[in-house]
């Protein structure tokens, strides 16, 4: 079934990085990108836009999905920024 929401944290937590990720061209890369199975505690590495032509690393860690187990089409994206401390998720 097809997750309606994945909430994912990301690092480093910049102003720049949250504008990167909240962008609709990013949202629909990970739509492509993670399609299929998707669990809390995944971690994703991938670049996001900063402005002027410039892009920043980004990791990405799923901290909740609700409404199924699978990113879709239809699969909403919540960003959050995480502390480098915050490890709660992490073996």
Partial sequence: MTADT??????PA???IADGVDA???RSYLRRAHRGRVEPG???????GRGCGVT???TLRVEAVT???SI?????????????AD???SP
């Fill in 6 to 11: 994945v909430r994912l944290s990301y690092l």
């Fill in 14 to 16: 910049e102003d720049r």
């Fill in 24 to 26: 609709e061209p990013f």
């Fill in 42 to 48: 995944a971690e994703w590495s991938a670049f996001v």
């Fill in 56 to 58: 920043g690393d980004v």
């Fill in 67 to 69: 409404g199924g187990s």
């Fill in 72 to 84: 879709g089409a239809d699969t909403a994206f919540v960003f959050e920024p995480r502390a480098d």
């Fill in 87 to 89: 490890t709660s998720l």
